[in-house]
């Protein structure tokens, strides 16, 4: 009724979006109908119609304590939605609303109360002037009720429509109205005004458009229409409830704590199968932790009613009869459900007696110590050993008047993590545990048909998350996937694995990489990129293939490159190695000497020679035998099995390879190399390029010699002149620039002469200069030496916050007793530093330029010492 009530307003009926959230890091699970519309709210995509109806399945865990105990809350439910894309607004969506409930459902308009946010005067207005709502009857309500936002993304005011259910559904107190916390005014529609966009912190911004997001929930629409308790007993569940009972040989509605217990099981295995249904498998983070803490808290409270072995994938097969009309990929994977519910249920079944009897142990040690807090090491082994997810052993607990010490619990997890991280053998396999492939099943093998062809249809026989296997992969998720047949190549022989995709019509995996693992499997490891993928499906793999082309080119080269090597350096060259990738060719090959320019030259124009000879590259399978009688070159050491590749490249190569290659040596295009060096005693190593990847060396080469052209203001071609030019006016300036320094220092000394004093026959020039280098001070210590004829000059220069200090004595000064170093040292320590040299000349550092005219006035004391001893 619903979605063709909107058709008949314009909007276009679209189908429930998978319960994995797309591109949508803020959101675990979808719970709302707008959740997977918001690329839509926020103008980042453009919608199929800017008016849009859906019937949304939604999952919400954070009110988990509450289900079961009212008549509203369930962690799965259907959400009706109606959505403006910056189309109607506030005018239209509350006349529909209105006109929905009252025309076409037949809701009893006096029975109908409107909500708005505190601050929405327009809104108020709309509800008493258009619809005709007394103003006593409409509500305002503060932003905890009235102001709709989940996480992150659109958000906006709203306006609520509760439905008057009748005083047997009220607590009976005086002045129970609407808002009330009991079940007498139940809310059925809400009206988000979505205006605003929220980035997770708090910080809100006008969106660009704005729009409308209503969102109703199905059940409680029928819990109004039907006139029933609660959302367990509309005729849809009601159907499933009756069959737990059955199950657990209870009668509904006859005690109310075993009624707690059947619609948790109710709600819990609804939001499990339809979870399942969407490739989310169980595990012990994110998404699957939310799966299997579900799927073990059903299982349990089938033990709180006596309910004996495996029940739940029973109950998952009404859900899948009851449900599959409106969702039909219930009934499309319904076998993948049943066995992915039975297997974890089986999985906790094995332990959760075990774990009941150690936590009834320890509740018992809890009361006789007086404690009400269980240990988190105690929590965590109850997890680790028994399956127990936290909030089980919590909600275990507080049933009994007990708490969990939950810092404790997470410091186990992460202790036993970072245990398991040192001990971790890691694969090429995003540094995951090599375990989860050894634990596939060794029959399991797969078949490279990709010689000839780039896509090809095969089975899924293996799925794994990085550290599990599973059933199914979905949005989001890192990955592996192993088919029977692949057309992918799996990194070997030095050269890189395929890239590509593995699609159906309703999921795509983006292939990363590709391997061989043990038992002649081959793992295609990827990222789930949209919809989800099962065990057993048929899929189409398509292999990248320009990627393929590139990287065939390269190792193509490396065959027509080591034929080359022999030719010019002698038989010795063995392969010692290789790396093929798109982008480039490495080579690494036995040899006792680096190559000269001639060497390189002449094998870079084999090479090139055999590429424009356009030679057939032809492969044949053949005996290891025959394939040496041909002449054939084997890699040294390699083990071969019976039967052997052989590729031909005309009459030049002949070489044993299992990688793939070009069909003719023309379309490796060209080669160059752009190093060779050594990597190990008697190892060499070529780095080389081909087609593309040369064509991208050479453009990024011209774009860095234009750009230094440029820089030197010329052209190119004219670069080498203009650097030589440049080069000899650098040389001519640094020549000048001496000169003026130097004269810059004389200048600076001006007539210093008459400072020179007389001690004991010895002249003694000690003088204070500003910003002076010690190459100046020591040219102009010889210029005042030579004016001096007989005697010693001290120089000191303060620059920068630093003190430079010279000393240089004449011979004549020397053989009276002056010593150009001690005296040095006698008076660095004045400006904060230390230093000496010979006889005839030192020189020394300092902090401090403060103290320069003392160390200058010590001069003359130091001299003196030395000239009376």
Not at 51 to 63: E, F, L, Y
Not at 192 to 219: A, P, R, W
Not at 635 to 650: A, D, I, N, P, Q
Not at 796 to 815: C, F, P, Q, R
């Amino acid at each position: 009724m619903f979605l063709d009530f909107m058709e008949s307003k314009g909007h276009l009926k679209m189908k429930s979006f998978s319960l994995v959230p797309h591109n949508d890091n803020s959101l675990l699970i979808i719970n709302s109908g707008m959740a997977p519309l918001k690329p839509y709210f926020t103008g980042q995509e453009i919608p199929p119609r800017r008016r849009v109806t859906t019937c949304q399945k939604c999952i919400r865990t954070g009110d988990i304590e509450n289900i079961g105990k009212t008549a509203r809350h369930g962690t799965f439910f259907e959400m009706l939605g109606n959505f403006s894309f910056g189309d109607y607004f506030k005018k239209e969506a509350i006349a529909w609303s209105w006109e929905f409930l009252t025309q076409v459902v037949g809701l009893d308009p006096d029975r109908l109360y409107p909500s708005v946010y505190e601050d929405d005067d327009e809104a108020f207005e709309l509800w008493n002037k258009q619809q005709g709502i007394p103003a006593e009857r409409i509500f305002r309500f503060g932003k905890e009720d009235n102001f709709w936002e989940h996480g992150s993304g659109p958000c906006g005011p709203c306006s609520e429509i509760y439905y008057d259910r009748g005083e047997k559904y009220g607590c009976g107190k005086p002045g129970c109205t609407v808002g009330c916390d009991c079940d007498r005014y139940m809310e059925v529609w809400n009206n988000v005004f979505s205006q605003f966009n929220n980035d997770g912190h708090g910080h809100y911004t006008d969106l660009i458009q704005k729009n409308i997001d209503t969102g109703m929930g199905l059940e409680r629409l029928a819990v109004a229409v039907q006139d029933v308790d609660s959302i367990f007993d509309v005729d849809t569940l009601r159907a499933l409830t009756d069959h737990v009972g059955e199950v657990a040989h209870a009668v509904y509605h006859e005690d109310e704590k075993k009624d707690v217990s059947i619609r948790i099981i109710t709600d819990h295995i609804r939001s499990v199968t339809f979870m399942i249904s969407d490739g989310i498998m169980p595990s012990n983070e994110g998404r699957g932790y939310v799966l299997r803490r579900l799927l073990r808290r059903a299982a349990r409270h089938g033990r709180i009613l006596g309910i004996d072995g495996l029940f739940l994938s029973e109950l998952a097969k009404v859900v899948i009869a009851t449900s599959k009309d409106g969702y039909p990929e219930l009934e499309e994977k319904k076998e993948m459900i049943l066995k992915v519910i039975s297997e974890e249920e089986n999985k906790f079944n094995r332990t959760i007696d075990q774990g009941l009897t150690i936590l009834e142990d320890l509740e018992a040690a809890m009361k006789e110590e007086g404690k009400t807090t269980l240990d988190g090491a105690d929590a965590f082994k109850l997890y680790d050993t028994y399956g127990f997810p936290l909030d089980l052993t919590k909600e275990i607990l507080e049933e009994k008047g007990f708490d969990v010490d939950e810092e404790g619990f997470k410091e186990n997890m992460e202790a036993q993590r970072q245990a398991a991280r040192k001990a971790r053998k890691t694969t090429n396999y995003m540094g995951a545990d090599v375990t989860v492939y050894q634990s596939i099943d060794p029959s399991v093998t797969s078949k490279f048909v990709g010689y000839d062809k780039l896509v090809s249809d095969s089975k899924i026989l293996v799925l794994t998350t990085e550290d599990e296997i599973v059933e199914a992969l979905t949005d989001g998720q890192n990955g592996t996937i192993i088919t029977e047949e692949t057309p992918f190549y799996g990194t070997m022989g030095g050269q890189q694995g395929d890239i590509g995709v593995i699609e159906t019509e309703s999921g795509s995996f983006t292939v990363k990489d590709t391997i061989h693992l043990q038992g002649g499997k081959i793992g295609h490891v990827g990222t789930m990129t949209k919809g989800m993928l099962t065990q057993g499906e048929t899929v189409t793999l398509k292999v990248d293939e320009k990627n393929r082309q590139l990287t065939s080119k390269n190792h193509s080269a490396t065959h027509v490159l080591q034929k080359a090597l022999r030719m010019v350096l002698g038989s010795h060259v063995e392969q010692a190695g290789s790396y093929v990738s798109k982008d480039r060719l490495r080579f690494d090959f036995t040899h006792f000497q680096a190559m000269t320019k001639e060497e390189l030259a002449k094998v870079e124009e084999i090479v090139n020679d055999q590429i424009a000879a356009a030679l057939p590259v032809v492969t044949k399978e053949t005996t290891i035998d025959e394939a040496k009688k041909m002449g054939a070159m084997a890699l040294f050491g390699e083990k071969y099995g019976s039967t052997v590749r052989v590729v031909c490249m005309g009459d030049f190569s002949l070489e044993l390879c299992g990688g793939t290659h070009v069909s003719n040596t023309a379309a490796i295009n060209c080669f160059k190399i752009i190093s060779e060096s050594g990597i190990a005693a008697g190892v060499r190593r070529i780095e080389a390029l081909t087609s593309e990847g040369l064509i991208h060396y050479y453009e990024k080469l011209s774009a860095d010699l234009a750009e230094a052209s440029a820089a030197a203001k010329t052209t190119p071609d004219k670069l080498t002149e203009r650097i030589e030019t440049m080069q000899g006016e650098i040389k001519a300036l640094q020549s000048e620039n001496e000169k003026l320094k130097n004269q810059m220092a004389k200048d600076a000394v001006g007539n210093v002469m008459d400072q020179v004093v007389e001690i004991n026959g010895v002249k003694l020039l000690a003088v204070a200069l500003k910003d002076t280098g010690m190459n100046e001070l020591r040219n102009l210590g010889d210029q005042f030496k030579e004016k001096l004829g007989n005697g010693v000059v001290v120089i000191a220069s303060a620059a920068d916050g630093k003190v430079n200090l010279m000393a240089t004595a004449t011979d004549e000064a020397i053989k009276a007793g002056a010593h150009a170093g001690n005296l040095i040292k006698g008076i660095a320590a004045l400006v904060g530093g230390g230093g000496g040299g010979r006889p005839n000349m030192a020189q020394a550092g300092g902090k401090n330029p403060d103290g320069i005219q003392a160390a200058l006035k010590k001069a003359a004391e130091v001299l003196k010492d030395q000239l009376n001893k």
